[in-house]
């Protein structure tokens, strides 16, 4: 299996998944790049897994569908085009010979999902949409930061050599913040040499994976006593597991 991130917008990835012959697309904003990824691998398109409504990540959908007749599998509770298969948690997409699990992963949407297999090429993959950024998470448009925790807790929860496919390339302005909150970090400060090295490559810094989103993503570590007190030194009114991520994600909307 091949594992490609097609860059779409200003920073975007629609992720590709194809064995040589069928191809997967999860999140296509635009058709496009997918139609020139198709055409130059000679690839059929087989399925579009769509993890939330925003444009950015289904604006594709009804031009690949009509030219590919690919099948559409996306969050049961939101509005993309339709017709597609309604996920809910507990349900699951084959496709390509893989069984994806939809897990429910509310915050950045009121019903975002996400995709996760347990063994793609040798390790488990996740495609998480706007959830999980590398050392970030998504913002918080209609979902509550009592909700993006627990979706959170949840990502975390899986395997530590998951490879972790966000939707965008969001990474060296989340270690900026990170740096801020957690100056301490090694792993942090080692992490980010190594993300400016290859955005100075052009190369994505993505996938990533979940040991260490759990070692430098300061809103996988909100229950770290020196992340606490740096959040507490945002807000002295955060005293719990929600309060205090709750205000690390403010703080992170007003870091210039
Ligand atoms: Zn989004
Ligand atoms: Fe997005």
Redesign the pocket.
């Known amino acids: 299996m091949y594992l490609i991130p097609i860059p779409a917008f200003a920073d975007?990835y629609l992720w590709l998944l194809h064995d040589g012959k069928r191809a997967l697309v999860v999140d296509p904003g635009d058709a496009e790049p997918v139609f020139k990824a198709l055409a130059h691998l000679k690839l059929q398109l087989s399925s579009i897994l769509v993890t939330h409504h925003?444009a950015?990540?289904t604006g594709g959908i009804d031009a690949l569908r009509n030219a590919t007749g690919a099948s559409v599998h996306g969050p049961a509770t939101e509005h993309i085009p339709a017709p597609f298969e309604k996920l809910r948690e507990g349900d699951s997409v084959s496709s390509l010979g893989l069984d994806f699990q939809v897990l429910d992963v509310p915050g950045h949407t009121s019903g975002h999902i996400a995709f996760y297999t347990p063994d793609m090429n040798g390790k488990p993959l996740l495609f998480c949409g706007?959830t999980l950024f590398s050392g970030g998470c998504g913002r918080l448009f209609e979902g509550t930061p009592a909700q993006m925790l627990s979706s959170l807790d949840k990502l975390a929860a899986l395997p530590d050599q998951t490879q972790v496919c966000c939707?965008?390339e969001y990474t060296l302005a989340n270690l900026r913040f990170a740096m801020a909150v957690e100056p301490g970090n090694a792993e942090l400060t080692a992490y980010h040499e190594h993300c400016l090295r290859l955005r100075g490559q052009g190369i994505p810094t993505l996938p990533s994976a979940i040991a260490q989103e759990k070692l430098i993503n300061p809103f996988l570590r909100t229950r770290q006593p020196q992340i606490m007190a740096a959040v507490h030194g945002f807000d002295a009114s955060a005293h719990d597991d929600n309060t205090v991520f709750a205000a690390l994600r403010q703080w992170k909307n007003q870091y210039k």
Do not use: E, L, V
């Open positions: 975007n925003h950015d990540h706007d939707a965008h």
